[in-house]
């Protein structure tokens, strides 16, 4: 195959859904793709397995309370690290080409940040990254020439839209939403919404966090900030539209009134695959779209009433600075407390705007300023949910 260097791969969060995943598309083509290092946040078990089977040169648990008896686990196997700072010093590794951010939150910031000072290209699946840091991120990025290769499944089929494209010609980029197991609720009933209710997803299989988030539409709020940032369009220049079948990951509009759609199954492995190998493609063993499945793909406007979150967001880029990190961690405090069942899912909007009022932002920021902020309104929030 041209073109492709061989990929030699950090995947931070491997043990999450796009972490296993991402270990299904990279075990399919071992010629072009190898695990360097795996790390995760507390799941030992899957961990063990994944460092058997794909025999990095390190893991990194973030909890330290597990390090021992993982390091005990796997001696004579591989390197074991605990912590941000096993993070941070296992991307320092020279070999590694690629690193794969699947972390979830606001964790995800600083191993990105730091990949971007090392040089080294990132395939971006944790979405808080850019709706929290954009700005640094992509002056970062461009300063240091580190390609942002996105997973997101939007964003990636607005990629794959524009390729070929000038720039100049896009008129608007169009988000699609499933809309979220309750698009068709009443606003009223939307105060009973159970834990177990929220988690079930209509088209996707994902983490509970971007469950939860999908359900509220905030799911798509970042995603305009992470569009916004990634590809340097006007915020007016971007429009989210409800396609509850997710087969069309996302539109572009160029000014002759032409659309482009990137359509698929909704298996992630696709947008991944894509990150990994382009500018090539590879073969993938997924589903294959069957169009007597579908009879129809049908279309319609977001309620910005029913779903706040989403209006949230819009408002939070607009303000600008540090307001989308604000947000972004006071929504990842939010969606914790109603998964723990500490507050009603009507609640979330809540505690984020509140948060948001209470910030007094910053118009530029440094990466240890943007990380106050994140901890400081985390604290804020938490104060919140009692
Ligand atoms: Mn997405």
Not at 78 to 84: D, E, I, L, T, Y
Not at 132 to 159: C, F, T, Y
Request: glycine fraction near 6%; aromatic fraction near 8%; hydrophobic fraction near 40%.
């Amino acid at each position: 195959v041209k073109n492709i260097k061989k990929k030699q791969i950090a995947l931070l969060g491997s043990t999450g859904s796009i972490g296993k995943n991402s270990l299904k598309v990279i075990s399919q083509h071992p010629k072009h793709f190898q695990v360097l290092y795996l790390t995760a946040n507390r799941n030992i078990n899957d961990l063990i397995l994944q460092a058997k089977q794909y025999r990095p040169r390190g893991v990194v648990i973030t909890d330290k309370k597990l390090y021992k008896e993982l390091k005990t686990t796997l001696s004579g196997i591989c390197k074991v690290f605990w912590g941000m700072g096993g993070i941070l010093e296992v991307l320092q590794d020279p070999e590694i080409n690629l690193v794969l951010n699947s972390l979830v939150g606001g964790i995800g910031i600083l191993p990105t940040y730091h990949s971007i000072q090392l040089g080294k290209d990132v395939a971006l699946a944790n979405k808080e990254t850019l709706v929290a840091a954009g700005q640094l991120i992509m002056k970062n990025a461009l300063k240091k020439r580190v390609k942002i290769l996105p997973i997101d499944s939007e964003h990636s089929a607005i990629w794959q839209c524009i390729l070929g494209e000038d720039k100049k010609n896009i008129k608007r980029i169009i988000l699609t939403a499933s809309g979220g197991p309750f698009r068709n609720w009443s606003k009223e009933k939307l105060f009973e919404i159970t834990r177990e209710q929220a988690l079930l997803h209509p088209n996707w299989d994902m983490g509970e966090k971007i469950t939860i988030d999908s359900a509220t539409l905030m799911n798509k709020g970042l995603e305009i900030i992470e569009a916004f940032w990634l590809y340097n369009v006007q915020l007016r220049q971007i429009e989210v539209v409800i396609h509850p079948q997710s087969i069309i990951h996302s539109m572009v509009e160029f000014k002759d009134g032409s659309i482009k759609a990137q359509m698929g199954v909704p298996d992630m492995k696709i947008p991944i695959q894509f990150a990994l190998s382009y500018p090539d493609r590879l073969t993938l063993k997924t589903e294959y779209i069957s169009f007597d499945k579908y009879n129809s793909l049908t279309f319609e406007r977001p309620d910005l009433k029913k779903f706040p979150c989403l209006k949230i967001a819009i408002d939070a880029i607009k303000a600008g600075g540090t307001y989308p990190a604000v947000m972004n961690a006071a929504n990842e405090v939010a969606v914790n407390g109603f998964l723990n069942k500490q507050i009603r899912f009507t609640d979330i909007p809540i505690i984020i705007s509140e948060t948001m009022e209470n910030h007094s932002p910053l118009k530029e920021y440094s990466i240890d300023e943007l990380l106050a902020v994140e901890k400081e309104s985390k604290k804020y929030a938490t104060n919140l949910l009692n």
